[in-house]
């Protein structure tokens, strides 16, 4: 799930591209030897500030991440669908650790 909201980060800042990011996330300059360094800070700062609604981007709180439905089908070995309903995720914005390589 982590990855998920790693993720939705990533697509918010990639379609984003005429906008710049929210002024509370941090930001990295790429030609410091410390980047890496700085982009698992600013990565976990940032999703831990998706808890909150950003009003500036009309995104909504990611507490709870909400998905209506979902539907998983069978694949090659497995014969069994799953549907789910008002899925609810929680938690992840609560990230500890991020390791930028």
Do not use: W
């Not at 998706?50 to 089908?73: D, H, R």
């Amino acid at each position: 799930m982590k990855l998920l909201m790693l993720f939705a980060v990533f697509c918010l800042v990639h379609s984003s591209n005429s906008l710049s990011l929210p002024s509370t996330f941090q930001r990295c300059d790429k030609r410091k030897s410390n980047f890496n360094d700085c982009l698992s800070s600013a990565i976990q700062n940032a999703v831990s500030q998706l808890s909150k609604p950003i009003k500036e981007y009309g995104l909504p709180s990611f507490e709870p991440f909400l998905i209506p439905a979902v539907t998983l089908n069978s694949g090659i070995n497995v014969s069994m669908d799953q549907k789910f309903t008002n899925y609810r995720i929680t938690g992840r914005t609560n990230i500890t650790s991020t390791k930028a390589t």
